[in-house]
T-cell receptor, first 114, second 112 residues
């Protein structure tokens, strides 16, 4: 069964350092999403791509967060500089249909900022 | 803001049917009801979705009331592995930006 791949699964960094997360969606899925989930809360959308284009980044803190999907396949989410409040699970999801396709999530990257 | 209301937690005995309620009284005509679950430290898992008819798949059944203001997710024979947080999400169809809006969900605990 095809799955969304994410790496690393866990990341520990110090505040003010740069950190990057990678996501490989299910093959053929043109829509890709990044979510952030703070402990005890539901996931919140950060950014949505359709192919290589950004559809929605209204909730992305653009002063320190950036996301790219240069070839419309895999994607990277970067934080620079990391802050203590960025400690969270970062989830990637993909969907086949656009709009409104069912989203399938990866296992997530758990970030701890010290 | 989440458009759904769910109880924060529920218990169910192993082998029994688990019935998880969700209120979505402000749902619009073009909005679907989606259910996801999240087992501890994993990514959310899609379960089922529907518009107005009842739906069933290999995981669960979804019962939507006739006025569409509430729904119930049914796990017919709950096992310990069904312990998770269950999210009910209302999602419009069509349009471009279609990220899911998660609430706090229901923490379902299956008791042995």
């Amino acid at each position: 069964e095809a799955e969304v791949a994410q790496s690393p699964r866990y990341k520990i960094t110090e505040k003010s350092q740069a950190v990057a997360f990678w996501c490989d969606p299910i093959s053929g899925h043109a829509t890709l999403y990044w979510y952030r989930q703070i402990l005890g809360q539901g996931p919140e959308l950060l950014v949505q791509f359709q192919d290589e284009s950004v559809v929605d980044d209204s909730q992305l803190p653009k002063d320190r967060f950036s996301a790219e999907r240069l070839k419309g396949v895999d994607s990277t989410l970067k934080i620079q500089p990391a802050e203590l409040g960025d400690s969270a699970m970062y989830l990637c999801a993909s969907s086949l249909a656009f709009p409104s396709g069912t989203q399938y999530f990866g296992p997530g990257t758990r970030l701890l900022v010290l | 803001d989440a458009k759904t209301t769910q109880p924060p937690s529920m218990d169910c005995a192993e082998g029994r049917a688990a019935n998880l309620p969700c209120n979505h009284s402000t749902i619009s005509g073009n909005e679907y009801v989606y259910w996801y679950r999240q087992i501890h430290s994993q990514g959310p898992q899609y379960i089922i979705h529907g518009l107005k008819n009842n739906e069933t798949n290999e995981m669960a059944s979804l019962i939507i009331t006739e006025d569409r203001k509430s729904s119930t997710l049914i796990l017919p024979h709950a096992t310990l592995r069904d312990t998770a947080v269950y999210y009910c999400i209302v999602r419009p169809q069509g349009g471009g930006a279609d990220g899911l809006t998660f609430g706090k969900g229901t923490h379902l605990i299956i008791q042995p």
